[in-house]
């Protein structure tokens, strides 16, 4: 492949560009952010702050001469964000974000259609809401999918951003009961990667970017982190040891519990399982500081038994691997030692972990064979090795941490005619 392909993650406060070479090597990362609005009830944000921001620094790059030869690009927005667009794909007003709380009364509606109990609506409830509540007559889009659309003229969707929406990802279809009530107004669905159209002209010389420079559909931000992981193959694991714990496994078979948020996004011709427990990082900053995580983990042995069998939450309630919304923090019997009480956490996550890709594969996913991992504490090298050893399989680092370089290997896709979105 010659040329460079771009990846963009727009994401709550800003967006990031990552720049992959044809060797597939990052060569830059650049940023740009936006006003953070001051949330009271609801979570939205205006979409020109969005355009200005991108805007601004796609013309300091191409007038830096770093845009001149890029092949394709991809996006990669927030999942279940949600905005209506007018036929000239100008915003018909604020977007609602992934975690606004707007549209239950929808999703309420949207959930007695005869539609698979195990799809996720968050999304289309959310759009409901917006036409029904503030009468935005305009057709709806996602976070990546508004880009596409503002680059390209073309509203479309991808399998993943379209999950939330209902879209049934094994069958590569809208389900019946939503394509015959909303028909037209739904996007057009493509698997991450596909083609979809070039940059307009106007743009294209505006940014300094080759007038055949093409887009990509695009992604979620979570699923761009496990493009950017180096994870590929089937039995591949991604941990995010973040402020809770994710996990991601690509799998041949797709796998769905309603009850436990587990589901399957499109992988290419594979299936990437996702799951996230309340466990993580936030009950850990609740009793020690980075510092102290640091020295005490020095003093834990890795090789020894979980005695203490915690299950640290920083609240009450847990998703997954088990269902228990009652379920408050065991943390119980504590050591007076606080590096026996820090292993005790340690070991409890790490059983947590390997609970959790346990579960996938009772509901039918493939066992996990190794496991990359992302998020601040996937760098405590002690931590790794208890993982390690709940875990049965090897643990490493992930490639690449940025959604932004997932982004762009999905640019790479499309440039590609064995690739994913084929």
């Known amino acids: 492949m010659t040329g460079r392909f771009l990846g963009i ?5 800003g967006l990031r560009i990552a720049a992959l070479d044809g060797a597939g090597e990052c060569r830059w990362l650049e940023k740009a952010d936006w006003p953070i609005p001051t949330i009271v009830e609801g979570h939205e944000q205006d979409p020109a702050d969005w355009w200005a921001a991108f805007d601004g620094l796609m013309r300091q790059l191409g007038g830096q001469g770093r845009l001149a030869n890029i092949a394709s690009i991809a996006f990669a927005g927030t999942s279940g964000t949600v905005l209506t667009v007018t036929a000239d794909g100008a915003a018909e007003g604020p977007a609602l974000m992934y975690d606004d709380p707007q549209g239950g009364d ?29 009468g935005q007559a305009g057709r709806p889009v996602s976070q990546a999918d508004w880009f596409v659309l503002r680059l390209t003229g073309r509203h479309v969707s991808d399998s993943n951003n379209a999950l939330k929406w209902g879209f049934d990802a094994v069958a590569e279809q809208w389900p019946t009961a939503l394509a015959e009530r909303f028909g037209a107004q739904l996007p057009e669905v493509h698997r991450p990667g596909t083609t979809i159209a070039a940059v307009t002209p106007d743009l294209a010389h505006r940014w300094g970017l080759p007038a055949n420079t093409v887009v990509a559909a695009g992604t979620t931000d979570s699923m761009a982190a496990l493009w950017a992981s180096g994870a590929t193959e089937e039995g591949d694991g991604v941990t995010s040891l973040g402020s809770t714990l994710a996990l991601k496994l690509i799998s041949d078979h797709p796998v769905s519990d309603a009850a436990s948020g587990v589901y399957s996004h499109r992988f290419g011709e594979r299936f990437a399982v996702s799951g996230a427990s309340n466990t993580g990082g936030r009950v850990l900053a609740t009793f020690f500081d980075n510092e102290e995580l640091a020295r005490l983990s020095e003093a834990i042995d ?11 939450l920083a609240g009450r309630g847990e998703r997954f691997p088990v269902v228990a919304p009652a379920m408050g923090p065991r943390l119980t019997p504590r050591p007076d030692d606080p590096a026996l009480f820090l292993a005790g956490m340690l070991r ?12 996938f594969a009772t509901l039918g996913g493939t066992a996990v064979r190794r496991v990359l991992s992302s998020g601040g504490g996937a760098h405590n090298p002690v931590f790794a090795r208890i993982r390690e050893r709940a875990l049965g399989v090897p643990v490493t680092l992930a490639a690449h941490t940025e959604a932004a370089v997932g982004a762009a290997r999905l640019a790479t896709l499309c440039m590609d005619t064995k690739g994913a979105g084929r």
Request: charged share 25%; proline share 7%.
């Open 106 to 134: 929808q999703l309420a509606a949207l959930r007695a259609l005869d539609v698979d109990p195990d799809a996720q609506l968050s999304a289309l409830a959310r759009w409901r809401f917006l036409a029904e509540e503030r």
């Open 9 to 13: 993650d727009v994401g709550t406060s």
């Open 348 to 359: 409890g996550i790490a059983r947590i972990e390997a609970l959790g890709y346990r579960r």
């Open 302 to 312: 890795p090789s020894a038994p979980d005695t203490l069998g915690y299950w640290p």
